[in-house]
């Protein structure tokens, strides 16, 4: 009979992860509620926008009215009318200017359906007359601070982003996976506190310390 084979040695890689297997922190009923995304009143843009348009719209309204009333065109109309006839579609120029109305139309569509405001996280509504909102710097300050306080953390840092919390810590003892085990029961804690609207999942990444060069 032949000798039964050792089991491969096991490498330590110094390092252990968790993603797939964390699911985002349910809200209990009773406590959850509509919330949607903050928009941006972009008042700069929008006033900008609308003294320019106004102000074409009304100075091409009045050199229109004064043709009417038999007065000749200003001459900054007979100008653009004139050198407007000498181009031609395919000039490089007009493809040119085109292409930056087109840009800038699609801009200012952007601006008019997108929420913006993408550093405030909604939380959840208790209340419907009351909306709150957290600093998304300010949920990855208070998640790196819960990060440190878990036995074995040498540092962390914390990438919180709408729908991903990314946890990339350093360990200079105790087991990586006993670390990392700690690390996903705290910051699940520590993501439901937040009380968002739609707590995001979490990925934890923890490793050793570089060692130091001599």
């Known amino acids: 009979m032949s000798e039964p084979q050792s089991a491969p040695p096991v490498l330590d890689l110094d390092q252990s992860a968790s993603a797939a297997a964390y699911e985002p922190v349910p809200v209990l009923d009773g406590e959850g509620g509509k919330a949607g995304r903050f928009w941006s009143v972009r008042r700069v843009p929008a006033g900008l926008l609308a003294v320019v348009v106004l102000g074409g719209a009304g100075l091409l309204l009045y050199d229109i009215a004064a043709v009417r009333a038999g007065r000749p065109a200003m001459q900054w109309r007979r100008a653009t009318a004139e050198h407007l006839a000498k181009w031609r579609l395919e000039e ?24 913006g405001l993408r550093s405030l996280l909604p939380m959840r509504r208790d209340t419907p007359a009351v909306r709150a909102g957290l600093d998304r710097e300010a949920a ?4 790196r601070d819960r990060a440190m306080e878990v036995s074995g953390v040498q540092s962390a ?14 360990s200079h003892f105790r087991e990586l996976d006993d670390v990392r085990a700690d690390l996903d029961s705290a910051l699940a804690t520590a993501i439901k ?15 050793r310390p570089p060692a130091k060069k001599r």
């Open 92 to 115: 490089v120029g007009v493809l040119a200017c085109a292409g930056v109305v087109m840009l800038l139309g699609v801009g200012l569509i952007v601006l008019a359906v997108t929420p």
């Open 140 to 143: 990855a300050l208070v998640l």
């Open 157 to 170: 840092r914390v990438r919180m982003g709408r729908a991903r919390v990314s946890v990339r810590a350093q």
């Open 193 to 207: 506190e937040l009380g968002l609207a739609r707590p995001p999942a979490l990925a934890v990444h923890v490793a």
